[in-house]
């Protein structure tokens, strides 16, 4: 995608991020971004940005991780995570997720979105555990062994869609 910040580039005049704010806030009583580097470049969306307390790259799960310690801050019972590069995420996401029980996942057309997930925060140290002992890097290997509810939403079009090319950017212009 040109390298940057894949969630900053536009989709119908606002970024990717921006129609992912859109569509969590209502839903959450706190939103926060999980992020590494300089948290300035997200100044304007004037949200907490949280950062990984892993040294290396180890992906989602690290955000993951990130977001359950900082929601430990604020007295929240769970975290909501979702991708920063989906633009049609569910109005009712959060609702439906919680009504399965934590830890629940989203699915559509029979795929399992394993980063689009309700976490208690009683799974911090099991996850902590998984990254720093046993080098797990995969959120799938990691959900697997939780047995999450899985949560069924409809696949046409794909709210969980998500941007990773060119052609993708393009189609998801045309889909607003």
Request: proline share 9%; aromatic share 6%; hydrophobic share 50%.
């Amino acid at each position: 995608m040109g390298g940057g910040d894949k969630c900053l580039l536009p989709l119908g005049g606002r970024s990717l991020l921006a129609h992912v704010i859109e569509r969590m806030r209502p839903q959450v009583a706190v939103l926060a971004l999980n992020a590494n580097g300089n948290a300035a470049r997200f100044a304007g969306f004037q949200l907490p940005v949280v950062t990984d307390d892993q040294s290396d790259f180890a992906g989602p799960l690290a955000g993951i991780l990130a977001a359950l310690d900082w929601a430990a801050t604020t007295g929240a019972a769970a975290v909501l995570t979702v991708p920063a590069d989906t633009p049609f995420l569910p109005r009712d996401l959060a609702a439906r997720l919680a009504a399965a029980g934590a830890p629940a996942l989203a699915r559509s057309g029979g795929r399992v979105h394993p980063v689009v997930g309700l976490w208690p925060l009683a799974l911090r140290d099991d996850l902590r555990v998984a990254l720093r002992r046993e080098g797990l890097r995969k959120v799938e290997d990691w959900t697997t062994r939780l047995a999450p509810a899985v949560v069924d939403f409809p696949a046409a079009p794909d709210p969980f869609f998500n941007i990773n090319t060119p052609d993708d950017l393009a189609r998801a212009a045309a889909l607003l």
